[in-house]
């Protein structure tokens, strides 16, 4: 399986992920947004346009996108494509959006880099149980590997998380963001505190 991941990684391309590409294909894939459309028409997902994620992308947009690519690359290897869609979509569908609360006192183990992933997977069987199976409830749980250092159990699983890092890539380009968005950020505002002092 692994070789076979790798396989897909290399011929999905590595360069950037444009993002107002993706979204006119998305527009125009009917099989696509027929599978998402319930998690798409709620409410509580729509909440995620109005949440940061990275420099220049909502929360919502990333989902989406990590979805389409997901359901793209499963496709074309005729995985399960349909799991891989909701499992891409709902990866991170966490309770709150996090980015203004890294001044919270927090233990290094539950910061958000680490639980987020089980937070989302309980928030999809909560929202969305009629859509939720064992094999999605992986995807989503497992998508932070190897920050979170069980993998993910199926190859979807496998994919959205690298969909999901690469789309992440672009965070690289402002390296002191980087902290952030793995959850450690309090971890280092607390080191530099520590040095200040003394
Ligand atoms: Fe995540
Ligand atoms: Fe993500």
Request: aromatic content about 14%; proline content about 4%.
């Amino acid at each position: 399986m692994v070789c076979a991941i790798i396989h897909v990684m290399k011929r999905s391309g590595g360069g950037n992920v444009r993002k107002k590409d993706i979204t006119r294909e998305i527009a125009h894939d009917e099989e696509f947004l027929k599978i998402v459309a319930p998690i798409l028409g709620s409410n509580e997902f729509k909440k995620r346009k109005n949440w940061k994620h990275h420099e220049n992308c909502s929360l919502y947009e990333h989902c989406l996108i990590v979805s389409y690519l997901s359901y793209k690359i499963c496709k074309r290897r005729k995985w399960n494509y349909r799991d891989a869609a909701i499992g891409g979509l709902l990866h991170d569908f966490y309770l709150r959006p996090w980015q203004n609360r890294v001044h919270e006192k927090v233990p290094f183990f539950k910061q958000h880099g680490f639980v987020h992933a089980h937070e989302a997977m309980e928030n999809a069987y909560k929202f969305f149980p009629e859509l939720m199976n064992d094999r999605i409830a992986n995807i989503i749980e497992r998508h932070m590997f190897p920050l979170n250092i069980i993998p993910p159990k199926y190859k979807e699983g496998w994919v959205v998380t690298y969909a999901d890092k690469r789309l992440s890539m672009d965070v690289v380009v402002n390296i002191k963001a980087l902290p952030k968005y793995l959850g450690l950020a309090r971890f280092i505002y607390n080191v530099k505190k520590f040095f200040r002092r003394r």
